[in-house]
């Protein structure tokens, strides 16, 4: 076949290869292709789209059930940071609505990612001080309207790592007769120490939840603020945890997430 010549053939991509037993997924696009456009994403049936523009023919991709932790303590009423969308801006003009943006952001590039909308489930996990974190949304199909559930809500009291990882345990365990079909991830954010908790008991939360899930469990840590915390890198996966205090820059930590999920297979537990 000559060089430069266009080609039906499927391509085996070696870093985008997808394996389940011995079944194996190939690229469907011509030889040389660029990316995957807008309507050739909306002309694929089933299958997955890769960050790069790869259309992978696998029926065994897995959609994600996400569960957001987010710190609503009264520091995150601060406003040395503030968010850049206007529905933000009128009810949460600071580091609360500075969150609420990227998470916003993270659901839509996942929902452009995924060729069957409403795959995804999420779950949003609100915590202070309290013993009871609050959960606004419990897995629910993932959409962009969710976070509008989250504007009632105002920052107020102190940081206990545990009772939002306590909820965000109990949503998973919830939905682990659904783990072959939805692979957990958290997504665990906050500005400031866990004042009010033990730091003991927030790693043994999230040490009971990995040996529950093995490999399946994706684990991110974000500090909003200038100094990382030692605490979150300690609960995130390797190279997972993240600190920033720019507006631009946490809305891209949230993109890359989203962006680095890949396609799981395989059971619930296995290590």
């Known amino acids: 076949m000559k060089v430069g010549r266009r080609s039906t053939r499927k391509t085996q991509l070696r870093g985008h290869l997808q394996e389940r037993g ?9 030889l040389w292709h660029g990316p995957a456009s807008e309507e050739e994403k909306n002309n694929f049936k089933g299958g997955y789209v890769t960050s790069d523009g790869h259309h992978m023919d696998c029926s065994h991709v897995l959609p994600s059930n996400v569960v957001f932790i987010i710190d609503r303590s009264g520091s995150m009423c601060d406003d040395d940071v503030t968010p850049h969308f206007v529905q933000f801006q009128e009810t949460h003009s600071n580091r609360l609505g500075c969150v609420f943006e990227p998470v916003l952001r993270f659901i839509r590039t996942r929902l452009t990612m995924s060729l069957s909308q409403g795959a995804d489930l999420a779950s949003v996990v609100l915590f202070n001080h309290e013993d009871s974190a609050l959960t606004v949304v419990e897995l ?31 949503i998973l365990l919830k939905s682990k007769l659904d783990c072959d079909e939805r692979h957990p991830l958290v997504i665990f954010l906050s500005d400031g120490e866990n004042e009010h908790g033990s730091d003991n008991e927030a ?9 529950e899930y093995g490999k399946h469990l994706q684990i991110f840590t974000v500090k909003l603020g200038n100094e990382n915390e030692k605490i979150l890198e300690r609960m995130a996966d390797e190279e997972k945890s993240f600190t920033t205090a720019d507006r631009l820059i946490l809305s891209e930590t949230f993109i890359s997430m989203v962006k680095s999920l890949k396609p799981l297979t395989g059971t619930c537990g296995e290590p």
């Not at 011995?22 to 011509?30: D, H, V």
């Open 22 to 30: 011995n079944k194996k997924s190939f690229c469907t696009l011509q």
């Open 140 to 170: 629910e199909a993932m959409d962009e309207n969710i976070v509008n559930k989250l504007l009632v809500y105002r920052p107020n009291g102190g940081t206990n790592f545990s009772t939002g990882l306590t909820q965000a345990e109990r």
């Open 203 to 211: 790693l043994d939360i999230i040490q009971c939840m990995r040996l």
